[in-house]
């Protein structure tokens, strides 16, 4: 294995790994925790996944520079390249309208009900599978 694809399976199963912790433990487990109010947990999960997609933005990049260097398979470009669209549809189409909902109820506010957030969980159930064939398909070359 070429050093490009070395960085390549290591960034993608740190991404995986990352994904794994605060979309599918962190996220929901904090709501269950003793005094934390929905602002609260909110207002920790707007930092937290500002950091998170911040980290991911990074790992893509390298993702695609060793890319550069190395070209993947087709059809493991196919399977990156689902989870990195899969990133941008999260940040720019769906994180908009999560965070003008959030800024209503840490405001005090009452926001109507909106299936944005149940996208963007199916977004991350997709982009983890992505990621997980992307890792699989790189291990296998």
């Known amino acids: 294995m070429h050093a490009a694809s070395a960085v390549a399976v290591a960034v993608i199963f740190v991404w995986v790994g990352m994904v794994v912790a ?5 996220a929901p487990l904090k709501f ?14 707007r930092l937290v996944f500002r950091a998170l ?6 790992l893509a990049a390298v993702l695609m520079a060793s890319f550069a260097v190395e070209p993947p398979s087709t059809s493991t470009g196919i399977a990156a390249g689902a989870a990195v669209v899969t990133l941008l549809a999260q940040l720019f189409v769906v994180r908009p309208s999560l965070a003008r909902r959030s800024e209503v109820t840490l405001a005090g506010g009452e926001a109507p009900r909106s299936p944005a957030h ?3 969980v199916g977004l991350e159930v997709v982009k ?3 990621l997980l064939v992307t890792g699989v398909l790189l291990l296998g070359t």
């Open 53 to 58: 997609n911040a980290s991911e933005s990074a």
């Open 22 to 26: 605060i979309s599918f433990l962190e």
């Open 118 to 120: 149940w996208v963007y």
């Open 128 to 130: 983890l599978v992505a």
């Open 32 to 45: 269950r925790a003793p005094g934390v109010t929905l602002q609260i947990g909110l207002g920790i999960g």
